[in-house]
């Protein structure tokens, strides 16, 4: 049980094929498999000759384990040792910060990757039974929770991964959740990162934040891979992507701090986190650091036990009868226009984004709004989640 950015990185550091058995964020019911070729992850192509090739078997051939060398300590060790020289060792001394622990791989690594760089580390609900997380999606009450904790433990932060780790959540001093593609904008500034690879779910801000070249993908990491083999392609020095459930992939070797940061291509959850927290004990607190961005505030949620097809008719609905779209964004705005590379997202004369896309892992339907405000888009973001509720 380790992370799977550390199978991934150990394995491809022996030019070795790998494969992590994972709940990840969904239900323990709909355990999943991620596959990594010596050289990285599988793509879509890999992904269909594996479906072709085991449709063959009438009988899955058993892999014998007993073998196997016992190298779960190695592989997490050259882990942290890729991070333990990234910050100073006093780079978060005097900094109080919680790590949110249920049934994450990386709760204990975390507890000492932190407490390494001088935190007081704090352990809040630890689980001995699977709890999925879905950082795009957390659950109103444990957001509740962690913003009990927060300010009754005075934390500077509260720090945690899905269940694989390869998703960060991070919540600042107030428990507020700092969205997954915001933790994308701070890593992508401490990196100097010269192009980004995002999904188009991303915060429309990307470029402005960071000037860096942006290219907007479908959703899920074999995509913006893709987008970054193409950046690096075109040239481009510090070619790095995230998704806005907080993984960040490199492409490039970069150095932070003056320390050598190697390429790692696939998503991983502890280099956003810990410039965030870089970040916030620079800025004296991660709320402030955050505003300082001046980023339109984006929110996302989801319908669950929402067929797929059913959203999918839905959004092949609203992107070919503009009266229908019309409708369905009543009160937010008129329609300016459509992008349709994942999903419908709908840009409004207000200003707002509203973009409906069904799950791709998940009989789920996931909305996003992009708003001036909170107040405005926890509003709109609630009443598109009635309207889909109620399409038949």
Do not use: W
């Amino acid at each position: 049980t380790i992370p799977t950015p550390a199978l991934a990185l150990y394995a491809m550091s022996r030019n070795a094929a790998s494969i992590m058995v994972t709940g990840s964020h969904i239900p323990a019911d709909r355990n999943g498999i991620k596959f990594y070729r010596p050289d990285g992850e599988i793509d879509k192509a890999d992904e269909a000759a594996i479906i072709t090739g085991a449709a063959g078997f009438a009988t899955m051939p058993a892999i014998i384990a007993q073998g196997m060398a016992k190298e779960s300590e190695a592989a997490l060790a050259q882990y942290f040792m890729r991070y333990a020289a990234l910050l100073p060792r006093s780079a978060l001394a005097g900094q109080k910060i919680g790590v949110y622990q249920h049934s994450s791989v990386a709760r204990d690594f975390l507890m000492q990757l932190l407490a390494h760089f001088g935190a007081e580390v704090m352990a809040i609900e630890r689980s001995e039974s699977f709890i999925p997380v879905d950082t795009e999606a957390v659950d109103e009450a444990v957001l509740v929770r962690m913003a009990g904790y927060a300010k009754a433990h005075s934390l500077a932060a509260i720090v945690s991964t899905d269940a694989d780790a390869d998703r960060p959540l991070v919540l600042d001093e107030n428990g507020t959740q700092i969205r997954g593609d915001v933790l994308g904008i701070i890593t992508a500034q401490a990196l100097q990162a010269d192009f980004i690879a995002a999904p188009v779910t991303s915060n429309s801000a990307i470029a402005k934040a960071t000037a860096a070249t942006v290219e907007l993908t479908t959703v899920g990491s074999p995509f913006v891979i893709a987008a970054m083999e193409r950046g690096v392609a075109a040239g481009h020095k510090n070619v790095v992507g995230f998704e806005p459930n907080g993984g960040f992939l490199m492409a490039s070797n970069a150095h932070i701090n003056g320390a050598p940061l190697p390429a790692l291509m696939t998503r991983d959850s502890t280099l956003p986190i810990l410039m965030a927290l870089q970040a916030g004990a620079k800025s004296g607190k991660l709320s402030k650091h955050v505003a300082s961005l001046n980023l339109p505030v984006a929110l996302g949620d989801r319908l669950q036990n929402f067929p797929t097809d059913k959203g999918a008719a839905l959004v092949a609905m609203l992107r070919d009868d503009a009266s229908a779209r019309a409708k369905f964004a009543d009160g937010f705005g008129a329609v300016q226009s459509l992008n349709t590379t994942d999903g419908l997202r709908m840009t409004l004369d207000s200003g707002v984004i509203l973009h409906l896309r069904p799950s791709g892992n998940a009989p789920e339907m996931r909305c996003y709004v992009e708003a001036e405000n909170v107040p405005q888009a926890k509003s709109i973001l609630i009443q598109a989640l009635s309207r889909i509720a109620a399409f038949e």
